[in-house]
C-alpha cells in the first residue's frame, strides 16, 4: 500500500508537471494547421516568401545597418490570429547624412534606371511623340525628387529602434 | 420530379467518403426517398461492397457511357431496400472513361426518377474530382480532426467554391473521438468548423460497429442501436430540412453516470 502511494505520488508529481508545460497536441495540432493553411490559402510559396524577405532587406537597410542574414519573415501564429512576423536584428540606426547619402544614390540609381527605359522605348517610337515624352520625362523627375527629399527629413527626425517587430494581421 | 444532386467528397482518402455515401443513401431511402448513388471511383470502386451488392452489378457506368447498354439497365436495386439504387464504377477502367460531359448528363437524366443522387468522389484532386463534381449542385465534405485531412478539406472547399455549379456545401465530421477530444489529444468538433469556416451537417463518432457493418456489406443505419448509425441518419435528416439537434457524443463516466446518460437520452430523443 504505502509503496503504491508512493508510486502514485511519482507520477502524479510528472503528469502535473507535464501538462504545466507542453501544450496540449490538439492544441500543437490547431496552431500548426492555422499557419499551414494560410500558406496554402494565400499562394505565398517559398520563393515569394524570399523574393519579400529580399525587398524588406533592401528597402529596411536605407535605413538601419542590419545583419541581413538574420532577418526573419515568417507567418506565425499570434494568439488567434496569424500573423507575418519580422524580425530584423539592427546592428547600428545609421546616422542623418548615411541616410541622406543612400537615398540620393538610390534616386541616382533609379533616374539612371528610367532614362535607360525611355531610350529604349524610344527607339522603338516613331519620331513624332518623341519630343512630347521627352519634356514629359523631365517633370517626372523633378517631381519624384522632391518627394524623396521630404522624405527623408520626416525620416531623420525619429530615430530607427533598435529591434523592430512589424505586424502585419490579416 | 428534378432531384437534388449531392457530391460527397474529401481530397483525402480513407476519411469515410464512401461509408457516409452508402449510409446518407441507405438512410434516405429508408425515409421514402427515392435515391440513387453514383460510384465515381472507377477502377478503385467499393460503394457496392459496403451495400453488399458486389455480386449483382452487370453494366457499370462505363457501359453506360460506351452504349453497351442503358442507363436503367445499369442501376443495381438494392436487396433491401427499393428505393435504392446502385450505378457502380468500371472497375477495369481509369478515371479517363468518363467525361465530365457525360457524368453531367447522367446526372440530369437520373434526376427525372429520383429524389437523390448521391455522387461517390475519388480521393484527390484531379480529374476524378473534377468528374464527379460536374454534375453536382451541392457538396458535402467529409474529413476527421486529424490535420491531413482537414488540411486536405479546406483544398476541396477552396475548388468548391471556385465551381459556379455547388450551389452550398456542408462539413460532415467523422471518426470523432470524444474520449480523445475530452483528454485534449483531438482537435474538438468547434476546433475544425472554426478553422474550416464551413457550416456543419454532422458529427459521426468512431465506432467499431463500421468494421463490421462494411464486413457484412450492410450500411450502419440499419442498426438501430449504433451511435454512428443514429448520427448518419440525423444527417439524412438535416438533408431533407429538418432541425435535428447534434448528438451528445460526450462518454459518460462510470456506470450510474450512463444509466442516467441513457435515460435522460431517451426523454431528450422523443422531445
Known amino acids: 500500500m504505502i509503496l503504491q502511494n508512493f508510486y502514485n505520488k511519482i507520477i502524479g508529481f510528472f503528469r502535473q508537471t507535464d501538462t504545466e508545460v507542453e501544450e496540449s497536441s490538439k492544441d500543437t495540432a490547431r496552431n500548426r494547421l492555422r499557419v499551414v493553411l494560410m500558406q496554402d490559402r494565400t499562394n505565398l510559396t517559398p520563393e515569394l516568401m524570399e523574393r519579400m524577405r529580399k525587398e524588406m532587406v533592401e528597402l529596411l537597410s536605407r535605413y538601419v545597418e542590419m545583419d541581413k542574414e538574420a532577418l526573419e519573415l515568417n507567418l506565425e501564429q499570434d494568439g488567434e490570429q496569424v500573423a507575418l512576423m519580422l524580425s530584423i536584428p539592427v546592428i547600428r540606426a545609421k546616422d542623418e547624412e548615411e541616410i541622406k547619402a543612400t537615398l540620393a544614390e538610390e534616386d541616382a540609381k533609379k533616374a539612371k534606371e528610367a532614362e535607360e527605359a525611355e531610350e529604349s522605348e524610344e527607339s522603338e517610337d516613331t519620331d513624332e511623340t518623341e519630343e512630347k515624352e521627352e519634356t514629359e520625362e523631365v517633370q517626372e523627375e523633378e517631381s519624384s525628387e522632391e518627394e524623396i527629399f521630404e522624405l527623408t527629413e520626416e525620416k531623420t527626425e525619429k530615430e530607427p529602434p533598435k529591434e523592430q517587430k512589424l505586424k502585419e494581421e490579416k | ?271
Open chain 2, 1 to 271: 420530379m428534378s432531384g437534388r444532386v449531392i457530391v460527397i467528397t474529401s481530397g483525402k482518402g480513407g476519411v469515410g467518403k464512401t461509408t457516409t455515401n452508402a449510409n446518407i443513401g441507405t438512410a434516405l431511402a429508408r425515409m421514402g426517398k427515392k435515391v440513387v448513388m453514383i460510384d465515381t471511383d472507377l477502377g478503385l470502386r467499393n460503394l457496392d461492397l459496403l451495400l453488399g451488392l458486389e455480386n449483382r452489378i452487370v453494366y457499370t457506368i462505363v457501359d453506360v457511357v460506351e452504349e453497351r447498354c442503358k442507363l436503367k439497365q445499369a442501376l443495381v436495386k438494392d436487396k433491401k431496400n427499393p428505393n435504392l439504387c446502385l450505378l457502380a464504377a468500371a472497375q477495369t477502367r481509369d478515371k479517363t472513361a468518363v467525361t465530365e460531359e457525360q457524368l453531367k448528363d447522367i446526372c440530369e437524366r437520373l434526376q427525372k426518377d429520383f429524389d437523390f443522387i448521391l455522387v461517390d468522389c475519388p480521393a484527390g484532386i484531379e480529374q476524378g474530382f473534377q468528374n464527379a463534381v460536374a454534375g453536382a449542385s451541392e457538396a458535402i465534405v467529409v474529413t476527421t480532426p486529424e490535420m491531413s485531412a482537414v488540411r486536405d478539406a479546406d483544398r476541396i472547399i477552396g475548388l468548391l467554391e471556385a465551381k459556379e455549379e455547388i450551389k452550398s456545401y456542408k462539413l460532415l465530421l467523422n471518426r470523432v473521438r470524444p474520449n480523445l477530444i475530452k483528454s485534449n489529444d483531438m482537435m474538438s468538433v468547434d476546433d475544425v468548423v472554426e478553422i474550416l469556416s464551413a457550416d456543419l451537417i454532422g458529427i459521426i463518432p468512431e465506432d467499431t460497429g463500421i468494421i463490421t457493418s462494411t464486413n457484412k456489406g450492410e450500411p450502419i443505419v440499419n442498426d438501430e442501436k449504433s451511435l454512428a448509425g443514429k448520427a448518419y441518419n440525423n444527417v439524412a435528416r438535416r438533408i431533407i430540412g429538418e432541425d435535428v439537434p447534434f448528438l451528445d457524443l460526450e462518454e459518460p463516466q462510470g456506470v450510474m453516470a450512463k444509466v442516467k446518460k441513457f435515460f435522460s437520452g431517451l426523454i431528450g430523443e422523443k422531445r
